[in-house]
């Protein structure tokens, strides 16, 4: 009998070892299949399609794939409303993909016919090989494919929402293409503020030689997903404390079940560890310091769409970017700042987020549906 359970044990710890030194694979098949688990949780019926976008607008110089043969896609969820009700179209950021709005999808698709896409190279969207050599080309890769992908999906006169690097590719793709966007929602957005405004703090920090090696890691491109693929089996781990630390343990607000912390890491460790492709823009649109190369904020007095910005109250982005460049816009534009939040204000706040949101797309959703007023809890700044 002692035997035995001796025995057991060594068999059981030699599967530990195995289980735990086994490679976790990731693929387009995972991801979808990971997303679907996620999405589980909304409990509302959606359409999820990839749209094939072809291999590029006729004329570019911006190709998705070098072998026309191929078909590339981009992973899209829809989730219907009433009818007549605004399209709000949702861009995730960098490092993420649409399933992180999975908070919101079934509050928002009351008020919005709610589509959220994965963007190329990310997701479970088509990951080409990543081709870019210059800021105005890789901006190209995301806003022509969007633009592709709007034509297929036969969109206008849509509400744009964008996250982080989101942000920042759906201001780009309003300034080049006003006429499908009727109201612009930027949620902590990258991209307003250029190197020049780098904190005395930033500039110090990077004249030390620790600052120096990630300087030098940011040009060679060196990418956070580079380290979840490269520590193997121990990927899956790392990021599953990030979610937990980040959105449970250390929440600023509404604090994830362990559920959802569950399925988002499985979700977030199959779109890190896939195949590098839109990932490697990060050098091209940033400098280290996640300052834009190409700020938007030169751009603020050729804003053509009404805007709506919408920041935690504790995130890193500076909100004081939006208010230099609503100086300059022409057009509305409100800055609504959300407590209990940080850098993920939909996920760390949802409530207050859809509050902001709604308040923001007030003019596009029933009056019998959204109170008018200023929300409470919310500022206006």
């Not at 992973?75 to 009818?83: G, R």
């Not at 993909?97 to 999975?102: D, H, R």
């Not at 990077?206 to 956070?224: C, D, M, Q, V, Y």
Request: proline share 4%.
């Amino acid at each position: 009998m002692a035997e035995e359970i001796v025995a057991t044990a060594a068999a059981a710890k030699k599967r530990s070892l195995w289980d735990s030194l086994r490679w976790i694979p990731s693929s387009t098949d995972e991801i979808i299949d990971s997303e679907k688990r996620l999405l589980s949780l909304v409990k509302i019926p959606y359409h999820q399609e990839r749209v094939n976008i072809g291999s590029g607008p006729p004329g570019s110089k911006t190709r998705w794939f070098r072998s026309a043969d191929v078909p590339r896609f981009i992973n899209t969820v829809t989730f219907d409303s009433n009818e007549g009700a605004p399209t709000l179209v949702m861009v995730h950021g960098y490092g993420a993909s649409q399933g992180f709005f999975f908070r919101n999808f079934q509050e928002l698709s009351k008020y919005f016919r709610v589509i959220a896409i994965d963007q190329l190279g990310w997701g479970g969207s088509s990951r080409p090989d990543f081709t870019c050599k210059s800021t105005e080309e890789t901006e190209s890769w995301f806003i022509d494919s969007f633009e592709q992908w709007r034509k297929e999906k036969n969109l206008s006169n849509f509400i744009l929402l964008g996250h982080s690097f989101g942000g920042y590719v759906a201001s780009k793709y309003a300034l080049k293409h006003p006429e499908h966007v009727k109201h612009l929602v930027l949620v902590g957005p990258a991209g307003f503020s250029a190197e020049t405004e780098m904190s005395e703090q930033l500039i110090r920090f990077r004249a030390t030689w620790k600052g120096a090696i990630l300087n030098h890691l940011w040009e060679s491109n060196f990418t956070p997903q580079r380290i979840v693929r490269g520590l193997g089996p121990w990927g899956m781990d790392l990021v599953r404390r990030y979610t937990s630390n980040r959105f449970s343990l250390a929440s600023i607000g509404d604090a994830m079940t362990e559920e959802e912390s569950r399925l988002l890491t499985e979700y977030a460790y199959h779109t890190l560890a896939a195949k590098a492709s839109g990932e490697l823009c990060l050098k091209y649109i940033f400098s280290f310091g996640a300052f834009a190369r190409l700020p938007l904020l030169h751009h603020a007095s050729e804003w053509k769409v009404p805007t709506t910005f919408i920041y935690g109250t504790q995130d890193w982005m500076n909100y004081q970017g939006a208010q230099e460049a609503r100086k300059q816009m022409k057009v509305p534009c409100e800055i609504i700042r959300v407590p209990q939040a940080g850098h993920f204000v939909f996920i760390d706040n949802p409530s207050g987020f859809h509050s902001a949101l709604l308040y923001g797309c007030r003019k596009f959703v029933s009056s019998n549906q959204v109170n008018e007023s200023f929300p409470e809890g919310l500022a206006s700044v």
